[in-house]
């Protein structure tokens, strides 16, 4: 699930927003659906400034080190 992913990796520190945000529209996915996979391009709305990360791996836990390798900022 997106949200999962996004508090996982931290891009989102909390499920219950990440969850808000995808609700709102404020998450797209290249993809249509809520899976998250490698490859996949994000595009999350912060405000006015919107961030764009490609997905590189797909974990259900990471020590909070290891977060930013589950993704890279294009």
Do not use: H, M, P, W
Not at 38 to 48: C, P, T
Not at 49 to 55: D, G, L
């Amino acid at each position: 699930r997106l949200d999962k992913y996004l508090k996982v990796s931290r891009l989102i520190k909390r499920r219950t927003v990440a969850n808000e945000a995808c609700d709102a529209g404020r998450v797209l996915i290249n993809d249509a659906g809520e899976s998250v996979k490698e490859g996949d391009v994000l595009e999350i709305q912060f405000g006015s400034k919107a961030v764009r990360v490609e997905v590189l791996n797909v974990q259900e836990t990471v020590k909070k080190e290891e977060a930013q390798e589950l993704y890279r900022y294009l």
